[in-house]
């Protein structure tokens, strides 16, 4: 029984992942961070591991994500990244306000910085999945961290909220704009289906998000609430919520079925989606994932042959496709 891809594919292992610690990561050990790989699978898996703070980030954990995450760009035996807070109280509860001066955020050094939001560009633009695994607190600029995560998956203990006109700060980039651009659940519903057509074809159609949600990023960010997991769910901030004693499991499970896909179609999907909201820097990404496809081709191969070659390049035997 099942449908065609489910004979094909078979079922999902729901196997436990064993978690090994990055052992190909350069630089000084982490302090703030985990930064695990499953082992025999492509999924890695960043901590941040303050517990005590609400795992709130400093300038140290903000520089760690850069590093990490640039890691998992990089490493080709990652496909699928998770994003997650230590522990079942918070994912992140923002910037640690202990440290935040006139000039930002101040770390070692003594030089505030703002720098959290160089590791939302970089979620953004990693041309793989992230998936944020929220269990607890998910507010301040870790709420703005989900959101710029392509999805979240959430524990039913999950709290989401933005804090910033109660304690002096907002976020008025991908605070802002990523959350009014949410898209609703029934949208979500009908992208679903269209992934159906999608998965395991090794083909891809870009597509853009159009429902705005501006009234209730207005509320959000106005009167500083928080949402239960259910809440979120009906926003359409979140994906989906399950009980917390399967939170990792079923974001394994998500992660599984993710890297049966063709991650060619997965990496243009992940910046089709963001080209649309993205203006010059969205088309740059989008254009950059053309650039790289067509370098496969044997058109591409002759220009280049020819320049090195030093002779005129024969393009005549490449179609002009309608
Ligand atoms: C998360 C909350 C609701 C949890 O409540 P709970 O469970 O009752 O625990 P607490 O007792 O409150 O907390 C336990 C201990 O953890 C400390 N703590 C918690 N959060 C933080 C934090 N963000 N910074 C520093 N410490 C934190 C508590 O103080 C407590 O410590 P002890 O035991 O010693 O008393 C609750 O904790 C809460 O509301 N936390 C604050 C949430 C918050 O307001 N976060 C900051 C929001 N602002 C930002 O994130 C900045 C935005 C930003 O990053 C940004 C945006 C755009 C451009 C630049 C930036 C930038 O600033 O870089």
Partial sequence: AGSSYERIHGDLPSDPVLWQPCTTLEG???????????????????????PTRRNAFRPQTVSELQRVFSHARDDSNVGVVILTGQGTEAFCSGGDQAVRDKHGYVGDDNIGRLNILDVQVQIRRLPKPVIAMVAGYCVGGGHVLHMVCDLTIAADNAVFGQTGPKVGSFDGGYGCSVMARSVSYQCVVGHSSHFLLLRGTGSFEGYCNIQIGQKKAREMWFLARFYTAKEALDMGLINTVVPLAQ??????????QILRNSPTALRLLKSALNATDDGHAGLQEFAGNATLLFYGSEEAAEGRNAYMEKRPPDFSKFPRLP
């Fill in 247 to 256: 939170l990792e499991g079923e974001t394994v499970r998500w992660c599984r």
């Fill in 28 to 50: 000084p050990p982490l302090q703030d961070l985990l930064y695990e790989m499953a082992e025999g699978e492509a999924i890695a898996k960043i901590t941040i591991n303050r």
